[in-house]
């Protein structure tokens, strides 16, 4: 970029079950995935997401609280980490 030239922002659109992917990354930023979009969100592929996120929960990165999983202290310090 040149000195004195407008920053721009990119934009990337995604087709498909990626978009749910997408979506289910930015709920981790969040710290909370509401559990109930998931169908909605991801379609066909909401049981492989629920797979991952029973193995967070499981390990102790994440717990319950109502419809949501939410990131534990641990967790969110491991999501930064990656």
Do not use: N
Request: proline share 1%; charged share 20%.
């Amino acid at each position: 970029m040149q000195v004195g030239s407008k920053a721009i922002a990119l934009r990337l659109a995604f087709a498909g079950q990626m978009s749910g992917w997408w979506w289910l990354y930015w709920r981790f930023y969040d710290t909370r995935i509401p559990l109930d979009d998931l169908d909605a969100v991801l379609g066909h592929e909401a049981s492989k997401a629920r797979l991952w996120l029973r193995v967070v929960e499981q390990v102790g990165l994440a717990v319950r609280k109502g419809g949501c999983l939410e990131l534990t202290k641990l967790g969110a310090f491991w999501l930064h980490l990656l």
